[in-house]
């Protein structure tokens, strides 16, 4: 089983569309949790964090769900620039001098069209 | 000014060469990754270091061999290029909670 796993999509959406990504995490020490934007071509970008009680960025809301051990992104009022792979991150602690790997989901690529 | 840099862009060569690419962060960052992105677009990581010490070294074969100068420079040498290593190669620098990327070197094995 992977460590990180998404749904690799593509979710094809019309503009204004909302759209949920999920993702689930094997390691119960899993630390902290992100999500990234890759454009085709480019390199992964910090698009947020994930926070236990969930956070919001203007139209992008992500939660966390310890318990269950997934994270999820929602996009809402999609626009043509959302279109990318969205990838999920997880931190895990790998000693006690706070070093840490971050292991990314293989990606959930969005197509958002007019 | 670019945060992380890496240099080749691209790297296009034959099977059994050695090819180095290099990676440079002006972020002031005590940690830095090499990841690899294959085919199907999985992102991996291979190494990291802390201040010039080897932190992660993932089960890679030891063809590939890391190399820091100094905490600003992490390369990333590779013997006896195999088909197989075809990919997307990223260097990366973490800060207190992000990782920030280079663009990626695509490596093309012949």
Same mark, same amino acid.
């Given at each position: ?6 749904d690799?999509?593509?979710f094809?959406?019309?503009?204004g569309?909302?759209? !949920?990504?999920?993702?689930?995490? +094997? ?7 992100? $999500?990234?934007?890759? *454009?085709c071509?480019?390199?992964p ?6 926070? /236990?009680?969930?956070?919001? *960025? #203007?139209?992008? %809301? ?5 318990a269950s051990?997934? @994270?999820? &992104? &929602? ?5 043509? +620039? ?9 931190n895990?602690?790998?000693?006690? *001098? /706070? ?12 197509l958002?069209?007019? | 000014?670019?945060a ?8 296009? %060569?034959?099977?059994g060469n *050695?090819?180095? @690419? ?5 972020? #002031? =960052?005590?940690?830095?990754? $090499?990841?690899?992105q294959?085919s ?14 080897l @932190? @992660?070294?993932e ?6 061999s890391?190399? /820091? ?7 990333? =040498?590779?013997? +006896?290029l195999? &088909? #197989?290593d /075809?990919?997307?190669?990223?260097? !990366? +620098?973490?800060?207190?909670n ?8 695509? &490596? %093309?094995?012949?």
């Amino acid at each position: 089983r992977k460590e990180v796993e998404q749904d690799p999509g593509p979710f094809n959406v019309p503009e204004g569309a909302t759209v !949920a990504f999920n993702c689930t995490y +094997s390691n119960s020490a899993s630390q902290s949790f992100f $999500w990234y934007r890759q *454009d085709c071509r480019k390199e992964p970008k910090l698009l947020m964090s994930v926070y /236990s009680s969930g956070n919001e *960025d #203007g139209r992008f %809301t992500a939660q966390l769900n310890r318990a269950s051990q997934y @994270i999820s &992104l &929602l996009i809402r009022d999609s626009k043509l +620039s959302d279109s990318a792979t969205y990838l999920c991150a997880v931190n895990i602690r790998l000693r006690m *001098d /706070s070093s840490y790997k971050l292991i990314f989901g293989s990606g959930t690529r969005l197509l958002v069209r007019p | 000014d670019t945060a992380v840099s890496q240099t080749p862009k691209y790297l296009v %060569t034959q099977m059994g060469n *050695d090819k180095s @690419i290099k990676c440079e962060q002006n972020l #002031g =960052h005590d940690t830095m990754y $090499w990841y690899k992105q294959d085919s199907k677009k999985f992102l991996k990581i291979m190494f990291s270091y802390n201040n010039k010490e080897l @932190i @992660i070294n993932e089960t890679v074969p030891n063809r590939f061999s890391p190399k /820091s100068p100094d905490k600003a420079h992490l390369n990333l =040498h590779i013997n +006896s290029l195999e &088909l #197989g290593d /075809s990919a997307v190669y990223f260097c !990366a +620098s973490k800060g207190d909670n992000e990782q920030f990327f280079g663009p990626g070197t695509r &490596l %093309t094995v012949l």
